[in-house]
């Protein structure tokens, strides 16, 4: 039987609860794209994306911990390869909901740059882990 290593555990445990609160976004993405709540086009679009990313990176950081105790990294790298994409999860939809906050906004703020620090995370996170899978 496969066992988990108490730092997948835990932040399987952690990621998992974090998806019940991309569940209640969805409830506030609901009532943006029905026009319940003010918002520009660049407002919705942005909202969309940050819920999509954090859902699907939040699935996806939960595939990499496990993944991660395929491998025989260690250290930094193990911490790299089964936490990047969980990092990842927070930067780059933090990005398009802070980058599209104020009223009647139709671009992005200073605040994007999460978005391509959340990408740049993301890629070590992958790389470092499909770097380790190849070489079990």
């Given at each position: 039987?496969?066992?988990?290593?108490?730092?997948?555990?835990?932040?399987?445990?952690?990621?998992?609860?974090?998806?019940?609160t991309v569940e209640s976004g969805g409830?506030?993405?609901?009532?943006?794209?029905?026009?319940?709540?003010?918002?520009?086009?660049?407002?919705?679009?942005?909202?969309?994306?940050?819920?999509?990313?954090?859902?699907?990176?939040?699935?996806?950081?939960i595939v990499a911990a496990v993944l991660?105790?395929?491998?025989?990294?260690?250290?930094?790298?193990a911490w790299v390869a089964r936490s990047?994409?969980?990092?990842?999860?927070?930067?780059?939809?933090?990005?398009?909901?802070?980058?599209?906050?104020?009223?009647?906004?139709?671009?992005?703020?200073?605040?994007?740059?999460?978005?391509?620090?959340?990408?740049?995370?993301?890629?070590?996170?992958?790389?470092?882990?499909?770097?380790?899978?190849?070489?079990?």
């Open positions: 039987m496969f066992e988990l290593s108490t730092e997948a555990s835990r932040l399987i445990g952690i990621l998992l609860l974090a998806l019940v409830w506030y993405l609901t009532r943006l794209i029905r026009g319940k709540l003010p918002a520009t086009d660049f407002q919705r679009a942005f909202a969309r994306a940050g819920h999509g990313h954090a859902g699907m990176f939040l699935t996806l950081g991660t105790d395929a491998t025989d990294l260690d250290g930094a790298a990047g994409v969980a990092v990842a999860a927070i930067l780059m939809p933090a990005g398009f909901f802070f980058s599209s906050l104020g009223a009647g906004r139709t671009r992005p703020n200073a605040l994007i740059v999460l978005v391509w620090i959340g990408a740049a995370v993301l890629a070590a996170g992958l790389v470092t882990l499909g770097v380790g899978l190849l070489t079990v």
